[in-house]
């Protein structure tokens, strides 16, 4: 299974992305943790980074292309993965395209989770996150005790990006760089549409039904 979860920023890939890696039993590439990771470091990568994600812009197609490419050499990889937040611009597509090519491989199935942007504003604005990335609403998935996370007592913040000016930066960002690769992934004939308003379960469900389909034709 070689993945890719395209949609806008709140339309519950990180949560589906959970879901799929447990299930599949493949590693979860989100270029959006690694920078992360990289920023909480403090590399030079990470403090270059910084100044673009809070800013709500892209990291560029180089640095994020070389990240990637190194991640995929690791062994994990070898039985599929899922990217979660990229590719995020035709370039990164285009390399990733040339990276598969090169190694013998194609992908599975891009699955795209549909989101309208007033729908999304309202969820990223109660997103929290603790230090270690366990994700919280705070209407729709609330901790047991505010502002603590359930699982290591971390204090829940607001990523800095998730702050209102920025969420509206963040989409439009979207609608301009991102949403192109929907037409780019349907002409090649992988794309796989989801609707994102639905509860999570049953995006779940749609979703673990059409893989199922998807891994019975590849093994037909
Ligand atoms: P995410 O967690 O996927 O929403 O990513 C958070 C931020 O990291 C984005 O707003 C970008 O600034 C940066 N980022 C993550 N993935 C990429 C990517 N594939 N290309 C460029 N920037 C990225």
């Known amino acids: 299974m070689r993945l890719i979860l395209l949609g806008p920023p709140g339309a519950g ?4 992305a959970a879901f799929i890696t447990e299930a599949f039993g493949i590693p979860q590439i989100s270029t959006g943790d690694m920078l992360r990771a ?7 990568l990470g403090i270059e980074a910084k100044k673009i994600m809070d800013g709500g812009g892209l990291v560029s197609d180089d640095i994020i292309i070389g990240l990637v490419r190194d991640r995929l050499q690791q062994p994990d990889c070898k039985r599929g993965y899922l990217f979660d937040g990229f590719p995020r611009t035709i370039p990164q597509a285009e390399a990733l395209d040339r990276s598969l090519e090169a190694m013998g491989r194609r992908l599975t199935a891009v699955l795209l989770i549909e989101v309208p942007d007033d ?3 309202q969820r990223i604005s109660g997103r929290r996150i603790c230090t270690d990335g366990h994700v919280y609403h705070v209407d729709f998935n609330p901790p047991e005790q505010d ?3 359930d699982v290591d007592g971390n204090a829940l913040e607001q990523r800095p990006d998730d702050a ?9 960002v979207y609608h301009e760089q991102t949403a192109p690769l929907e037409d780019y992934y349907d002409d090649l004939g ?11 379960d049953e995006v779940r469900e749609h979703i673990s039904a059409t893989l199922s389909t998807l891994r019975l034709e590849e093994s037909a």
């Open 38 to 44: 990289a920023v909480k470091a403090q590399t030079p």
């Open 147 to 149: 502002d603590v996370c």
């Open 164 to 172: 209102p000016e920025k969420v509206k930066r963040r989409l439009e």
């Open 190 to 200: 992988v794309l796989q549409r989801f609707d994102g308003t639905r509860s999570p």
């Open 119 to 121: 729908v999304l504003v």
């Open 13 to 16: 890939k990180g949560t589906q």
